[in-house]
């Protein structure tokens, strides 16, 4: 139990002290890049990891909140608040749009739909030069005092990030989660117990869309100029890759795969090179050796430090028990 | 009296007739066989009950409200709980949220509410996870409520699945061949169970293949050949029935 407490403290100070024992401004960049990441995967999250719908295309949605921040912020030169706000908006209103048709689809043709709006997205960008500065992109404002120095950012970003999390921690550990999972593994079981499939996985769609749209401006604001360029397919794929390698039905899992994914190939050198050989290799020794993820390799290490007994015992109904919990739902 | 019932429902796949013209009431306090040869069109039945297929002809009922044409989610939320055949859980939870999750048709919070953590998902939480631990611990699975479902062996399946029925607080259970693959005891447990279910004033449809549990646990057997009632009444009765023993039990 005392562990179960101690983590979340530690890893807590430890984000929020970051710009203080963070070695350089390269080293902050990259946890203002990661927190912004998080934002979007921490609701894509619940679409993939929770509900199992394969979504690839959510690339398109930070890019539609990172150029709707910029143009509202900057080009309409409104406070940066409307900017986020509008962003989640817009975000989650795409989102809709975008599962309204599609997530009735099965698997593999879902997946295809949220790359065709992927690529859709960028053409859109590029064709609509007037408003989105079309190939030579747009500026992004920062975010005013005291959020103005990169410190700053990087607490606006963790306080954001920390909400999400807060937000889709509820979700999975509450009734929707395992609503969620039910969908996830069998529909079956999910309609017969009576959740309303369509329009549960229609919900987290929106929500992922909400915070994909917010991600995108925090995540426009930290690189302070977007073209077309910004939101290739590889980094819908990239965010797809996160979750997997973290684990289904895990928090800290693609938590943990968004870090690491972000950090090890610009902190090491040599990886860099290999880029997306990386996290082909990455994704490929995932799934071969833990196919449930970092998430379930680490519940399995607890169990290991503490095994729990898993004793074959005989069927022993109490059924007096029994008659009086069936009756107390009645009364 | 409120009753659960297929009023001559008739249900054909391509040119073959699954059920023709089939009737069936299930009452409250009432366990009720469902018996015949393979193929005779007792799955069939079951999911014209639980909303799987929708008749051709005829009416699935409830009380006054025509079920017939509803999506399966009506069934949970107007009182009717099913099992599988082959077991349906989700491996990854604990056997304990399995059965949570029959509860859903309670939890009125919706997902805004649930991802703020408001008092009302945490009070529906509680009360949730209450009635499914006693539930659990009533049909024998106290011992194991924290392990994961796949981890469970077969009779603890089949009686996980019963305890995510009850969690819904049903008017009607539909049980489709929950002996299959238990032991001898186990069968005698779940015999057991569908009893205080019956006392507690719970309909059961209970289709199975294991001819003696059906007689030593029903109050009344119909029994199908060819997508037709061929007889229908105590166990005594059908048990005797020489049609009965010419299609189905054997001489």
């Known amino acids: 139990m005392h562990m179960k407490r101690a983590v979340p403290v530690v890893v807590g100070a430890a984000l929020i002290t970051l710009p203080w024992w963070a070695r350089d401004m390269y080293q902050l960049h990259l946890a203002q890049l990661i927190g912004a990441y998080w934002v979007l995967i921490a609701g894509l999250n619940l679409v993939v990891g929770f509900s199992g719908q394969l979504s690839v295309g959510h690339v398109g949605l930070l890019a539609i909140?990172?150029?709707?921040?910029?143009?509202?912020?900057?080009?309409?030169?409104?406070?940066?608040?409307?900017?986020?706000?509008?962003?989640?908006?817009?975000?989650?209103?795409?989102?809709?749009?975008?599962?309204?048709?599609?997530?009735?689809?099965?698997?593999?043709?879902?997946?295809?739909?949220?790359?065709?709006?992927?690529?859709?997205?960028?053409?859109?960008?590029l064709a609509q030069g007037a408003l989105t500065g079309g190939g030579v992109g747009l500026p992004v404002p920062g975010f005013p005092a005291p959020f103005d120095t990169p410190q700053g950012t990087y607490w606006l970003i963790l306080i954001v990030g920390g909400l999400i999390t807060?937000?889709?921690?509820?979700?999975?550990?509450?009734?929707?989660?395992?609503?969620?999972?039910?969908?996830?593994?069998?529909?079956?079981?999910?309609e017969a117990v009576g959740i309303p499939v369509f329009r549960a996985k229609l919900t987290v769609f929106v929500f992922s869309g909400l915070t994909a749209g917010v991600a995108g401006a925090l995540f426009g604001s930290i690189q302070s100029y977007v073209t077309p360029d910004t939101f290739i397919f590889e980094l819908g794929l990239f965010f797809f890759v996160c979750i997997v390698i973290g684990g289904r039905g895990s928090?800290?899992?693609?938590?943990?795969?968004?870090?690491?994914?972000?950090?090890?190939?610009?902190?090491?050198?040599?990886?860099?090179?290999?880029?997306?050989?990386?996290?082909?290799?990455?994704?490929?020794?995932?799934?071969?050796?833990?196919?449930?993820?970092?998430?379930?390799?680490?519940?399995?290490?607890?169990?290991?430090?503490?095994?729990?007994?898993?004793?074959?015992?005989?069927?022993?109904?109490?059924?007096?028990?029994?008659?009086a919990a069936i009756r107390r739902g009645r009364a | 009296m409120s009753s659960l019932q297929a009023r001559d429902v008739t249900k054909s796949f391509g040119g073959l007739t699954a059920l023709s013209s089939v009737s069936l009431e299930l009452r409250p306090g009432e366990v009720h066989g469902l018996i015949g040869p393979n193929g005779s069109g007792k799955t069939t039945l079951l999911n014209l009950f639980s909303g799987y297929y929708r008749p051709d002809a005829g009416t699935v009922v409830l009380d006054a409200e025509d079920l017939s044409g509803a999506p399966?989610?009506?069934?949970?939320?107007?009182?009717?709980?099913?099992?599988?055949?082959?077991?349906?859980?989700?491996?990854?939870?604990?056997?304990?949220?399995?059965?949570?999750?029959?509860?859903?048709?309670?939890?009125?919070?919706?997902?805004?509410?649930?991802?703020?953590?408001?008092?009302?998902?945490?009070?529906?939480?509680?009360?949730?996870?209450e009635r499914a631990q006693e539930l659990l611990h009533g049909v024998g699975l106290g011992p194991v409520l924290a392990r994961r479902a796949n981890l469970l062996e077969h009779a603890e399946q089949r009686f996980l699945e019963i305890a995510r029925g009850l969690a819904a607080q049903p008017r009607f259970m539909l049980l489709d061949e929950p002996a299959g693959g238990l032991t001898g005891a186990e069968i005698g447990h779940l015999g057991?169970?569908?009893?205080?279910?019956?006392?507690?004033?719970?309909?059961?449809l209970?289709?199975?293949?294991?001819?003696?549990?059906?007689f030593r646990t029903c109050d009344c057997v119909t029994t199908l050949d060819l997508g037709r009632v061929i007889k229908r009444g105590t166990p005594q009765e059908v048990r005797a029935d020489p049609e009965v023993i010419r299609v189905y039990l054997g001489a």
């Open chain 1, 65 to 125: 909140g990172a150029y709707a921040f910029a143009i509202i912020t900057g080009t309409q030169g409104l406070h940066p608040a409307v900017g986020v706000a509008c962003a989640g908006g817009i975000g989650a209103l795409c989102g809709l749009l975008l599962g309204l048709p599609s997530l009735r689809l099965p698997g593999f043709y879902f997946a295809m739909a949220t790359l065709a709006f992927a690529l859709i997205v960028s053409e859109i960008i």
């Open chain 1, 166 to 190: 807060w937000l889709t921690w509820n979700v999975a550990r509450f009734m929707w989660g395992r609503g969620l999972i039910a969908i996830r593994d069998s529909v079956v079981t999910a």
């Open chain 2, 192 to 204: 057991a169970i569908i009893q205080v279910m019956r006392d507690c004033g719970i309909g059961v």
């Open chain 2, 72 to 129: 399966v989610q009506r069934r949970a939320s107007v009182g009717v709980a099913r099992t599988f055949q082959k077991p349906r859980l989700l491996g990854t939870l604990s056997v304990l949220e399995n059965a949570m999750l029959g509860g859903w048709r309670h939890v009125d919070s919706g997902f805004v509410g649930t991802a703020l953590s408001s008092p009302k998902v945490r009070a529906e939480e509680r009360e949730l996870r």
């Open chain 1, 251 to 323: 928090i800290v899992g693609p938590f943990i795969g968004t870090a690491v994914l972000t950090a090890l190939p610009e902190l090491v050198a040599p990886l860099a090179k290999l880029g997306n050989f990386f996290y082909g290799l990455l994704l490929l020794v995932v799934v071969l050796v833990v196919p449930e993820g970092i998430g379930r390799l680490i519940e399995v290490l607890l169990e290991r430090i503490r095994p729990r007994k898993i004793g074959s015992t005989a069927i022993e109904p109490d059924l007096e028990r029994l008659a």
């Open chain 2, 206 to 214: 209970l289709v199975e293949h294991h001819t003696d549990f059906v």
